[in-house]
């Protein structure tokens, strides 16, 4: 008989710092087969919690109070400790850059085999095989501080794929990927599914990536009948900008580090209301363009044009700005130290984030804590807006309140820069987007999800 | 592992017999030692010119701060507070003699800095303590990670409008980053225990076999410890100073033989 990993009646709240305790998984019973499960829910609907039971890193890791049965391959988890569970589970998380050990791509990958102990050949030809899954063989001997955010995904997912293990467990792995790298892992997983190790992943981004072959719905703790998957694609609804008055520009603009180019011939301007989304390939210099823009990256050559104050910049990891207990009081020092006096409670209402004033952004999940970044860097009404990948780890929803907030902001003047690989945004957002390649700017028009 | 070693000894010697010629010798060998690994010219400038600039400040300082000694080279007008009084000759010498300690500490614990990845160092340790080493390295990786997340959270909060007026100022970024560096670490534990770390006998993709060079390069470091125990049971004298009227640092074998162990040691340990 098949093993399975099975839920049965399970209940777990967090450990409550002073703060309220809400269940975050409520009498919840599944089991899941073999193939692809699809874990889908809005963003804090418990769809992290939930992967976390099947390699043990709740209870064991968290704490918190568990109630019910979890058995993954037969093994029950609240007796078998995380490191054992690990010979069965690979896991990648939803932030992996926090989670590396080693220096370069080949140890980080050999890293759980070696603790697992295989044999030295058996690792290298491990390492090899799953990098090269994943696409990213190319990089095996790089620094991984040297990498992008979505080469550092593909070396987590090959990462938990070189143990081999007979459940393949993912916190939003394709949050970082551009549409080639989201295709190749749907193909990937697909293929290790094929193979027959169980694939669980939790995906905001799942339609035309991968077809699963269960689908588990959440909702506030709870399972919800979920039978497909919901693929919500909006007209473009960003009115083209009429103002002349330009808020920001490139050029001529090259910028180099060291010797090596990373972008030259830039020529872009942007002017007030207006949105302009820049696309391309992890590791392509996205980043690199939209500091440039905000004059974080010095130019090698060329001119820059833009305001000194009223800038917002919203890095691609959100963390950076997120430190108070409370959502409201980030808010609220933003504010203070741009010597404004508007209400951060309006600036929230106008993000539609009144509801996560009060709670701390270490408890929120990983969409919950972008929107509370966004309304930090955006509480000034800035005349202009840099915004790194701002969708990652937001469900549509959230994705639907962000074109609200960045609709609002054109409307009020502010000229505002997207850096994604998220072409549905890049859809609602604009009728042309520019796609960095080779270090240069191409114009495509007619972007489509 | 035989790196780890011998950065190790030459430190103890270092610490152990602040002597001007032992400090020469060491700081000598270090940066053979660091070309020998092919450090980039572009990672060892800005350490050359940290110890130049430091040496300079050192001499200056102490050239102008302590008054004694025979040599009077000038005076420091007595309407200048705190550092009025006679320049001498010997201030500048015990200025140069620190700094030389301080250049000799810092090139011998560049060998490793320099040369080695913090991440790395698991692949310094033998397989029986590779578990050590990994657990070492991740913690130490945890630096440099303060160190970017010190850059990145500065360049967000300026841009919120932070800017860096006096120390109460910097709270402002410093809590975050030690936040960061508490919630990163509950972050690498968890991976590292979702990955079996412990979870039995680890093996290693490069394992560091020891070879009979670099076994022998580290009991020459080890042997390093006798002469340095000797010169403190025989009390020969290891700190210098040129007070009143400067004299020749001490010649005896015992003061400089650790210091000719490291130079063959770093001759013998594999170049890696």
């Known amino acids: 008989m098949a093993q399975k990993i099975i839920f049965e009646n399970v209940s777990y709240q967090y450990p409550a710092w002073g703060g309220e305790p809400a269940y975050a998984l409520d009498r919840v019973s599944a089991e899941l087969g073999y193939g692809i499960t699809a874990v889908i829910g809005d963003s804090g609907s418990g769809k992290s919690t939930l992967l976390r039971l099947i390699n043990g890193l709740i209870p064991h890791f968290h704490g918190g109070d568990f109630s019910g049965r979890v058995t993954v391959e037969g093994k029950e988890v609240v007796t078998t400790p995380t490191r054992e569970l690990a010979k069965l589970v690979g896991f990648v998380f939803q932030e992996p850059e926090n989670g590396f050990v080693r220096g370069t791509v080949a140890r980080e990958v050999a890293f759980g085999p070696e603790n697992l102990g295989f044999d030295r050949h058996k690792i290298s030809a491990q390492v090899v095989a799953s990098l090269q899954s994943v696409g990213i063989l190319h990089l095996i001997d790089r620094r991984i501080r040297t990498l992008s955010g979505g080469e550092r995904q593909r070396v987590a997912v090959a990462a938990a794929l070189a143990t081999d293990p007979a459940t393949l467990v993912l916190d939003e792995p394709m949050s970082q990927l551009d549409e080639n790298g989201a295709r190749l892992l749907g193909q990937t997983l697909t293929a290790i599914a094929h193979s027959g190790t169980r694939v669980v992943l939790a995906e905001h981004r799942l339609a035309g990536y991968l077809q699963p072959d269960h689908i588990i719905g959440m909702h506030s703790g709870h399972l919800i009948e979920e039978n497909s998957m919901k693929v919500v694609v909006p007209p473009p609804c960003l009115p083209p900008s009429t103002s002349t008055k330009l808020v920001w520009e490139l050029h001529d603009a090259e910028l180099s580090v060291g010797t090596t180019p990373l972008l030259t011939g830039i020529n872009l301007a942007g002017r007030e209301g207006e949105v302009t989304v820049i696309t391309g390939a992890n590791g392509g210099g996205k980043t690199t363009l939209l500091r440039a823009i905000g004059g974080l990256s010095p130019l090698t050559s060329g001119s820059r044009l833009a305001p000194d104050v009223g800038v917002a910049y919203l890095p691609q990891e959100p963390g950076v700005l997120l430190h108070r207990t409370r959502v409201i009081d980030e808010v609220a020092q933003t504010l203070k130290w741009l010597g404004l006096t508007s209400s951060p409670m309006d600036v929230l209402e106008i993000l539609d984030l009144a509801h996560l004033a009060q709670r701390d952004p270490r408890d929120l999940s990983g969409g919950e804590r972008q929107r509370a970044a966004l309304a930090v860097v955006l509480a000034g009404q800035p005349r202009l807006a840099l915004l790194d990948e701002p969708t990652r780890g937001m469900d549509e929803q959230a994705r639907m309140s962000l074109v609200a907030t960045l609709t609002h902001l054109a409307e009020h003047g502010t000229a505002t820069i997207v850096a994604t690989h998220d072409r549905v945004l890049a859809h609602q957002l604009a009728p042309r987007v520019w796609k960095i390649s080779g270090g240069t700017l191409i114009p495509e028009e007619g972007v489509g999800p | ?272």
Not at chain 2, 85 to 97: A, H, K
Not at chain 2, 120 to 141: E, H, I, K, Q, T
Not at chain 2, 192 to 206: I, K, N, T, Y
């Open chain 2, 1 to 272: 592992m035989a790196l780890l070693v011998w950065t190790l000894g030459a430190l103890l010697v270092v610490l152990a017999i602040p002597d001007p010629l032992s400090a020469t010798l060491v700081t000598v060998v270090s940066w053979i030692v660091l070309v020998k690994r092919r450090v980039s010219e572009r990672q060892l400038r800005p350490l050359v010119v940290g110890l130049a600039i430091m040496g300079f400040v050192s001499m200056l300082v102490n050239g102008v701060l302590v008054h004694e000694g025979a040599t009077v080279v000038g005076f420091v007008p007595t309407w200048i507070p705190l550092v009025s009084g006679p320049i001498t000759i010997e201030g500048f010498l015990q200025g140069g003699s620190i700094a030389l300690t301080l250049i000799a500490t810092i090139s011998a614990a560049a060998t490793l800095a320099v040369v080695m990845d913090p991440t790395d160092l698991a692949d310094s340790f033998p397989r029986s303590l590779s578990r050590v080493g990994a657990a070492l390295g991740s913690a130490l990786n945890l630096a440099p990670a303060m160190a970017a997340s010190y850059r990145s959270i500065k360049e967000a909060q300026q841009f919120r409008g932070w800017r860096p007026r006096g120390a109460r100022a910097m709270i402002d970024i410093i809590i975050p980053v030690l936040l960061g560096a508490i919630e990163r670490s509950t972050q690498l534990a968890e991976s590292m225990e979702a990955r079996g770390f412990g979870s039995g006998p680890r093996s290693q993709l490069v394992a560091q076999e020891p070879t009979i060079r670099n076994l022998t390069g580290a009991v020459l470091v080890a042997m390093c410890g006798f002469p340095i125990l000797a010169v403190h049971l025989a009390h020969v004298p290891v700190l210098w100073y040129p007070y009143p009227t400067p004299s020749m640092p001490s010649l005896s074998p015992l003061v400089w033989a650790p210091s000719v162990l490291l130079w063959v040691a770093a001759l013998v340990i594999e170049p890696g």
